[in-house]
């Protein structure tokens, strides 16, 4: 379990992407089975117990400490199971590090054993005592264990009594314990159980512990990074692992042997299994001239939600129908009106939208029914959902991914026929000869078919006719032509230190349009972006902020902002939305710097009632 | 003055502690002593504890400190920076005034030190910042029995606990295996923290050189002239990027989130501070790899030096008073937060002149 929270705890502050996968495959390196299992299932959402209620843990850490001391304490750190796992007294320690009757010299206590440990002698006796964790690949005494202190004791302590450590103590748990344990532990005994793990656990390891008995990792790592790694450990492309996933169960042996060379791939039995996903290269201008409009088939790109909805037969030849995300994430139970439908064997790769009266409704519409705890009738109702198909990469049996997209297209078509239902149809194709013919109608969708749901049209997508379907972003396949986002000059109002790379940078960026206030024309922030400028505008702007800040908060600098002095930033964005927590009452989508206008005086910029005309156009449609 | 408080002295018999020292806008005074203790303003005559600069200031009239005490002083403040100086050594004692004054080892950074001031039978020993856990680096902590102790509180809650130093050594060190490619920066505190840190690194086998920031090669040198072993080092300055990958530099914590970062492949930012131990602020300063090494004692720490020393009134300043206090009147002993100004923590207020245009 140390070893597994030291884990934790590091990609907690590691802000890579690779830095992350490299710590992950070193741990399922390191750490044997079936340890590493749990660990994948606790990172990828797969383990099931009951989770503890923050109450009881309250409960846990009331019975041990001062009232004063915990408020003072959770105050300070502001985290429950963090201020818990640190202030943890033990109970063995206790009457150690408080002797009954303050007496005089010679001090019982540290003071006298700093004394003689200035040597740091314990630091290397310490080590072996670690070898209490859970680990079956030991050879390598890494650094690394160093962290994973079983007795919660320290190097002056041990100083003292080298051994002392775990004549008492039993070794911490393993993550396997703590996992089995939980699953079939009964609710009366689980404080009783977690009170004698937290005495077992050092600082992290409680940490962890807590962490994961609340079910609350939050770590930033997503289950598709976690499987990334896991497959780094065999070389293989995470799309196999991705592939066979369904059908697994922790704690993943037959995976790990597998990666490791010892066994077979796994066979995915599960009969609605997710398939990697194909997407498109965005399309720069310069790459039609090497194109061949006949080569490829144009249809629209709706704004929705891209989605996989498969359905197969167990083996007792009753249908499973899921619906997945484009990561992989399982969200079925986010749309059971929809399941009904998929009730003809097949993998259907399409997007979901909000249909009302045959009209698709936009992104706005459909987010309201997104991240809803409890799917209701009327929220059924009132946001029917729809699934728009592009592509057939499953029929019955049959992997389809291999055909050209041409041939699934048509195949495509006569499932979607077969199935006949209301809730399915088939995202129709733009008819073009040349560029010319698909740039009008990209411009205007309305009268290239789109009709009356072209608002919903978020561009087009050209697809090779010969493509198979391939997982990831394969070149020249498939390409994304969006239609060309919104454009406001804003002010630079505050800019932000970034993380990771961009720490010695100001790269966050806080940006403000003009709105009459109670002293004239002022500023008020609409939006914050972090990217879409290039290297060498990010050294632009850095200095910039860097020479014009005019207040410290903390991390945040408050850049000149007036009507002659300031930058104006470009900043592009796909759409608007009201909202009650930004003080504009608005908010973007996907905002991003396009370009700086150094050229442009600040008082120049764009004014808060233009982003208030859009967002009027939106909203009418909402509310219908 | 001084008349007049001596007859005040020899007509009491017990004299009440604050009438010994008392906290005023210029620090702590020892009115019978006629000198303050870690005076934030200038002063006649001071006695300081340690070298950092919130403790050791430039402008008193006469500082009676430890020698390195002295050297540090005169090193960040030039030739000049008191009237008269006086070395004392451990365990020496000097008779000021009414009172005698004792320096005993604090184990906070070289030449730190516990001040116990005794007049008649009333012992108060102003600890100035201490620690009791192990370093390489300086004097150990010495426990020093009194009446009143007055203790410090930078880590005065029970979420505090440092653990073993080497361990976060240890850490830094698998880091540096982990990513080879990548510059390891750790951020301490110029004066005893990077010391003590280069030292861990040493008894941890750690044996390639060691590089640093311009701003602690000074403070570092005087620790070798001392006698402390740091093994190789060298200056970062003017060393290639390329060069860097895979070694590990110290540089003032200030330093490791700016503009001079960037001559670093891919640095990894660590932070060793006892503030560590909580993520919020590891977080908050964008560290990727915090180290909980403190050269303060931590809240085990603080708890069982303030039983150890058998004081029965214990005043409690810089830091966290309110947790330590309550701590103290739930185990019957009298307690007090000292009302102290100018005391701080060092590493946040540490803003080395960083040089942009090295970036």
């Known amino acids: 379990m140390n070893r597994f929270a030291e884990l934790l705890d590091r990609l907690a502050y590691e802000p890579g992407r690779n830095n992350k996968l490299r710590l992950l495959t070193g741990y399922f390196r390191e750490v044997g089975d079936p340890d590493r299992g749990y660990a994948l299932a606790a990172l990828t959402g797969a383990l099931s117990f009951k989770h503890a209620k923050p109450a009881l843990i309250r409960d846990l850490i009331a019975a041990r400490t001062d009232p004063v001391l915990f408020g003072l304490s959770y105050d300070y750190v502001g985290d429950l199971s963090e201020t818990v796992a640190l202030m943890w007294p033990k109970a063995q320690n206790n009457s150690q590090s408080f002797p009954g009757h303050p007496s005089p010299p010679p001090s019982p206590t540290r003071g006298e054993g700093a004394q003689r440990s200035a040597a740091l002698s314990a630091s290397t006796t310490s080590l072996s005592d670690f070898q209490s964790e859970g680990r079956t690949s030991l050879s390598v005494p890494s650094p690394l264990v160093g962290e994973g202190q079983g007795g919660g004791s320290r190097g002056r302590d041990a100083d003292e009594s080298p051994h002392a450590r775990n004549h008492n103590n039993p070794p911490p748990p393993t993550l396997t314990e703590v996992v089995t344990t939980l699953r079939t532990l009964g609710k009366t005994e689980l404080p009783k159980q977690l009170e004698r793990w937290l005495d077992e656990l050092d600082e992290t390891g409680r940490w962890a512990l807590l962490k994961l008995v609340t079910g609350a990792l939050r770590i930033g790592i997503s289950a598709r990074l976690a499987k990334t790694a896991a497959a780094a450990l065999g070389d293989k492309d995470p799309h196999e692992v991705e592939l066979i996933w369904p059908g697994l169960a922790p704690p993943y042996l037959d995976l790990f042997a597998w990666l490791e060379g010892r066994a077979e ?32 088939i144009a249809e629209w790109k709706w704004d929705g939600i891209r989605v996989q909805a498969v359905a197969g037969r167990d083996d007792r030849g009753h249908i499973t129908a899921r619906l997945y995300s484009r990561t992989s994430e399982d969200i079925t139970g986010s749309f059971p009106d929809l399941v009904p439908s998929l009730r003809l064997p097949g993998a259907i790769d399409g997007e979901l939208l909000i249909l009302r009266e045959g009209r698709v409704q936009s992104f706005n519409v459909l987010q309201q029914r997104l991240n809803r705890k409890v799917v209701s009738p009327k929220l059924i109702k009132e946001f029917p959902i729809h699934l728009r198909a592009y592509d057939l990469l499953g029929d019955d049996e049959n992997d389809l991914r291999e055909l050209p997209f041409a041939e699934r297209r048509e195949r495509l078509e006569t499932f979607v026929r077969k199935l006949d239902d209301p809730r399915i149809d088939l995202s129709p194709t733009v008819a073009f000869s040349s560029w010319d013919a698909l740039t009008a109608a990209r411009a205007d969708p309305a009268s290239a078919g789109a009709g009356e749901d072209a608002d919903a049209v978020e561009g087009v997508m050209l697809k090779r006719r010969d493509a198979p379907y391939l997982p990831g972003r394969p070149k020249g396949q498939w390409w994304k032509w969006k239609r060309d986002p919104h454009i406001i000059d804003a002010v630079l109002m505050y800019a932000q230190r970034g993380h990771g790379k961009r720490s010695s940078y100001y790269s966050d960026y806080t940006f403000g349009v003009w709105t009459a206030g109670e002293g004239g024309d002022e500023l008020v922030p609409v939006g914050k972006a972090y990217f879409g400028f290039t290297d060498e505008e990010l050294l632009q702007i850095d200095r910039f902020v860097r020479r014009n800040t005019t207040e410290k908060f903390g991390p945040v600098r408050h850049v000149v902002h007036e009507g002659d002095k300031g930058l104006v930033l470009e900043v592009a964005f796909e759409g608007l939305q009201r909202s009650p927590r930004h003080k504009s009452g608005v908010a973007m989508r996907f905002p991003r710097i396009s370009r700086l206008r150094w050229d442009k005086p600040p008082r120049e910029a764009d004014r808060l009632e233009t982003l208030e005309r859009m967002l009027k156009a939106e909203a009418a449609e909402i509310e219908m | 003055m001084t008349g007049e408080l001596e007859a005040l002295a020899s007509y009491m018999t017990t004299m009440r502690p604050q009438d010994i020292l008392l906290p005023v806008a210029a620090g702590l005074c020892c009115k019978p002593g006629g000198f303050h203790i870690d005076p934030v303003r200038p002063v006649e005559r001071a006695v300081i504890t340690h070298g950092h600069s919130d403790h050791a200031r430039a402008g008193h009239g006469a500082v009676l400190a430890t020698q390195e005490t002295l050297d540090m002083m005169r090193l960040r403040y030039g030739e000049n920076f008191a009237g008269s100086t006086q070395a004392i050594n451990y365990g020496e004692e000097i008779r000021l005034g009414d009172v005698c004054v ?250 080395p002149a960083t040089d942009e245009a090295e970036a």
């Open chain 2, 102 to 351: 004792k320096f005993h080892p604090a184990g906070h950074v070289l030449g730190s030190a516990q001040i116990a001031v005794t007049c008649k039978d009333t012992c108060i020993v102003a600890s100035g910042d201490y620690k009791d856990a192990p370093d390489p680096t300086c004097t150990p902590f010495e426990l020093v029995p009194c009446d009143v102790f007055i203790t410090e509180a930078t880590f005065g809650l029970p979420v505090f606990r440092h653990g073993d130093a080497s361990d976060e050594v240890n850490k830094l060190l698998a880091s540096v295996t982990l990513f080879p490619e990548r510059a390891h920066l750790v951020g301490a505190y110029s004066l005893g923290k990077a010391q003590r840190v280069i030292a861990l690194l040493r008894a941890a086998g750690y044996d390639a050189p060691i590089y640093l920031h311009g701003a602690m090669e000074k403070i570092t040198e005087y620790y070798q002239s001392r006698g402390i072993d740091l093994g190789e080092l060298r200056p970062v300055k003017g060393v290639k990027k390329a060069a860097l990958a895979g070694t590990i530099t110290l540089a003032p914590p200030s330093a490791t989130s700016d503009l001079w970062t960037r001559r670093f492949p891919d640095p990894v930012t660590a932070f060793a501070s006892g503030w560590m131990r909580v993520r919020a602020r590891a977080r908050q300063r964008g560290i990727e790899l915090p180290l909980v090494i403190s050269d303060h004692a931590d809240w085990d720490g603080l708890t069982a030096t303030i039983a150890a020393t058998g004081a029965g009134e214990i005043w409690v300043t810089h830091g966290q008073e309110d947790a330590l206090v309550h701590w103290c009147q739930s185990r019957g002993l009298r307690a007090q937060p000292l009302d102290l100004v100018g005391y701080g923590d060092e590493e946040e207020s540490e803003t």
């Open chain 1, 265 to 296: 791939k796994p066979v995915n039995r599960d009969p609605a299994p997710f398939r990697p996903v194909m997407l498109a290269h965005a399309i720069e201008d310069s790459d039609f001239q090497s194109l061949d409009p006949a080569d490829y």
